[in-house]
């Protein structure tokens, strides 16, 4: 007996009707992408393990897709190696590529190798599939697109200004009202952690503190006390817990908070500035807030953080996120290369799309119309008129079997055809069609030129 097929936990099939929607959403994505002046570039979808890790902090690393080399990949790994059962030793011996695990860094690595072909600052956009070995759940799967859109050469406040904007035209776009475009500095963290004297764990302040909204106060303050933050120190941290208020006001605690941080400081004069912007150019569909418990895991962020939540009453983590990353490209031989960058979270987006009821019902993946099939001479006939409108852009097909009409008929109805063709003895001894509207059911007959206007039209 035949084993049932199926997939990889954490991935999927797509429909043509849930390509259709996702291509809606691509599209959309990328106009605005485009009108904002980034470029696009693609980069391999897997990268030399060197390139990736080391670079997402340990929790990232765990989570990256590693490749097995080519043929006798245990052949190099010695026995005392292999005897010791030691994962983590091991891989390096039997692995030097893996799936990348985002676009940001690949990007840096991009940066580095074409330096000298392109024009800084280089804005860029990538609308490609990322892997990671997370444990899939709703909105979280292992395979998944990120569309990302960074400027690197630049160290302009105006470029965050610009990202928030990005958000809110692609989410007007979208129709999607009420999202929150959260906002926190990195700066603002390093001074907190340098103000409970835990300047030597700020990675593992931060990553504790980025799992809030999903944890909760009491474990995060358990997983900061796990790693040797004092408790003296956590409870400095209670009124970051309960911060809350306008921007303005929650800008105002953390100063005082902050008094003695000449980094804590600079984070806050750089939120005040893009706050300040915002406020004065307006936002139709999102909204700005600071939410200074917001850290973003990865390391590599050193400024600016954003992350978007969807509107009020879907249950969906994060639809998109990023941040000011100073020296990314740092690690691979290009110092002092600012660069800033978004993501849109596809799959989250589509979600939520869908739970709202916000696609437009004329995405379909039907075909314009369809010719029914009643021999070879007919189809011969069909054919030319099937090639005509084609080339006005009408999406056109012939059934492709001499089938009994109620078949065809079905068929077109299941596939949501708005209009069917039929050419019988009757048509090819007049040169012309009976074009019939699926909908209403009405049939007329048309010539050539009356069909291909009706449907260019």
Known sequence: MAQKPSIPKGTRDFLPLQIAKRNYIFDTIKSNF???????????????????????????????????????FLSKVDDVSYAKKNAQALTPKISEKALRYDLTV??????????????FPFKRYQIQPVWRADR??????????????????????????????LYDAVFTDLKLEGVTIKINNRKILSGIAEVISAQDKLIDFTVALDKLDKIGEDKVKEEMLSKGISQTGIDALQPLFSMSGTFETQITLLKSILATSAEGLKGIEELEFINTAITSLGLKSAKLDLDVTLARGLNYYTGAIFEVSAPEGVKMGSIGGGGRYDDLTGVFGLKNVSGVGVSFGLDRIYLVLEDLNLFPKTITDATDIMFINFGDTEALYCLKAIQLLRAQGVKAELYPDTAKMKKQMNYANKRQIPFVVLVGDKELENDNYTLKNMVSGEQQSVSLSELILALSN
């Open 34 to 72: 485009k009108r904002f002046g980034f470029q696009p570039i693609e980069t391999p979808s897997f990268e030399n393990s060197s390139t990736l890790m080391g670079k997402y902090g340990d929790e990232g690393d765990r989570l990256i897709f590693k490749i097995l080399n080519s043929g006798d």
């Open 106 to 119: 690949p990007f840096a690595r991009y940066v580095v190798q074409h330096q000298n072909e392109i024009d």
């Open 136 to 165: 899939p759940q709703k909105g979280r799967f292992r395979e998944f697109f990120q569309c990302d859109a960074d400027v690197v050469g630049s160290t302009s406040l105006w470029q965050e200004v610009e990202f928030i904007q």
